[in-house]
């Protein structure tokens, strides 16, 4: 057998089974998982005074054989217009081919009508075998998984469910600025963990905190995004993951892993395993929640994504889901089904290396404009995932910096207007850090230009930079 880098352990017949984080097959260890009544302490007020739905809780009870449900309030699916729906795919082995998938009957008939409120359960079934090939868990260790809009819908949701008004939270930083506003609005007090190219700062994580205030609740989660982080493009190192992993035990806080980018890993190294793999190394699991994507990969404007982590957190979710949007679409749900059963796992991971291996070429062909056009004038680290370049613009020329001072600059001004006037958009740093303090870093997404923009647009900023240094 031979071990593939993606966590799979490949037989000569070609079938894959789930490899544990330890390199062993997960087969050969008993997996301990934390009791649900651990998890009591960590819901917030809000999830706990949720109740569930009188309609939607009684949903599973229509499944049992010879009941004539009188329940929910369906539209007769006889009166939709829609009879069937077909769509060209590109083959994942050869994109240069298309395949025909066609949504018809009880498939269809899925998509249209009101479905669970955690997914449709075939889909539900193939994204946990995902997880089981992508990081080694399965089903029977106490944790779940349930289908949002998104992986932003399943990130608000967890928030809201874990944290209480005026709660303290862990952040790295500088941090995904889409949950910035989550925690703001909850009045948090945002500790900010500082990161570098192997990620969250562990050694300054354990000095926040073993020094926390006596008679202060210490925060209940600490929020990542371990891959091609957005926006500094650093994939935290395996060495680093495991130190947070010790960290969590050791202060009681759960990992919020957000993952849009675990499939657009292109570093010349194997991946490093994910926080919701590593955990199946320690004494027992439950303190990491997972959310997948797959707007990188399939579809943004489709919505949909996964959380998997403890029953007791993704049934809190849940609750909120049921009173808030029922569920994800059952027709995109239904769209993704018909998809991923038409290619099976072999064909979806062919399709994701394809897909990372787009943005290694984009991501090279930034750097070598940044090479080009900033070089001497900005610094980087070169991005092993995602899609972003987080570099520090040299504001100030030798000339300019006073001696011993610390002072960087700002690029908020430069970026926000001259550069906007210079002709190109990029976004300041300091909007990525909660306390929004100065900052001379940029971050840039590789994502879309062609050649020729890139190019033109660090022509264009380096030609901004060079006026504010005064060396035009």
């Known amino acids: 057998m031979a071990t593939h880098s993606d966590g799979i352990l490949v037989s000569a017949s070609g079938i894959s089974t789930p ?66 729906l077909s769509f060209n795919i590109a083959s994942p082995t ?26 449709l359960p075939r889909l539900l079934k193939w994204f946990i075998g995902l997880q089981g090939l992508s990081h080694g868990r399965k089903s029977g260790e106490g944790w779940s998984l349930s289908i949002g809009n998104g992986s932003q819908d399943s990130i608000y949701k967890a928030v809201n469910a874990l944290v209480n008004p005026g709660d303290a939270v862990l952040v790295e930083s500088p941090v995904y600025a889409g949950v910035i506003p989550m925690f703001k609005t909850l009045h948090c007090e945002q500790i900010e963990v500082e990161t570098d190219a192997d990620g969250v700062c562990s050694h300054l994580l354990r000095n926040i905190l073993e020094n926390w205030p006596v008679g202060k609740p210490k925060p209940k989660v600490l929020y990542t995004v371990p891959y091609g982080c957005n926006p500094t493009g650093m994939t935290a190192t395996l060495e680093r993951r495991k130190e947070v992993l010790q960290l969590a035990r050791e202060h009681n806080f759960l990992i919020l892993e957000d993952d849009p980018y675990f499939y657009l890993y292109f570093g010349k190294a194997a991946r490093p395993l994910s926080y919701f793999q590593l955990e199946l190394d320690e004494p027992e699991v439950g303190r990491v929640i997972r959310f997948d994507s797959f707007s990188k990969i399939l579809s943004a404007g489709m919505r ?22 029922l569920q994800a679409s059952s027709l995109i749900q239904a769209i993704t089904l018909a998809l991923v059963e038409e290619w099976g796992y072999n064909n979806f991971f062919a399709h994701t290396r394809a897909v990372a291996d787009f943005y290694r070429e984009k991501r090279d062909v930034f750097e070598s404009a940044l090479n080009a056009h900033l070089g001497g004038l900005a610094e980087w680290s070169t991005p092993e995932a995602g899609m972003f370049f987080w570099f520090k613009l040299l504001l100030l020329s030798p000339h300019q910096t006073p001696t011993g001072s610390a002072d960087e600059g700002d690029s908020e001004d430069l970026i926000r207007t001259k550069a906007y006037e210079g002709g190109v958009l990029a976004l300041p740093g300091t909007v990525f850090l909660p306390n929004g303090r100065k900052t001379a870093f940029v971050r840039a997404s590789f994502s879309l230009c062609t050649e020729e923009q890139v190019n033109e647009a660090l022509k264009r900023l380096r030609a901004v930079l060079l006026k504010e240094r005064g060396q035009a």
Do not use: C
Not at 94 to 119: F, H, M, N, R, V
Not at 304 to 325: E, R
């Open 19 to 84: 490899v544990g984080a330890n390199g062993y097959h997960a087969a050969e260890k008993v997996v301990k998982s934390l009791p649900a009544d651990f998890y009591t302490g960590f819901l917030s007020d809000a999830a706990k005074e949720r109740k569930p739905s009188p309609i939607r809780g009684l949903f599973p009870l229509e499944n049992k054989p010879g009941v004539i449900s009188l329940l929910a309030g369906k539209p007769n699916d006889a009166m939709f217009p829609f009879k069937s």
């Open 94 to 119: 050869d994109p240069s081919q298309e395949q025909s998938i066609s949504l018809s009957g009880k498939d269809l008939s899925a998509g249209l009508q009101y479905g669970p409120t955690g997914g």
């Open 304 to 325: 949909i994504g996964f959380a998997s982590g403890p029953k007791p957190i993704i049934d809190a979710m849940d609750l909120h889901t049921g009173t808030a949007n």
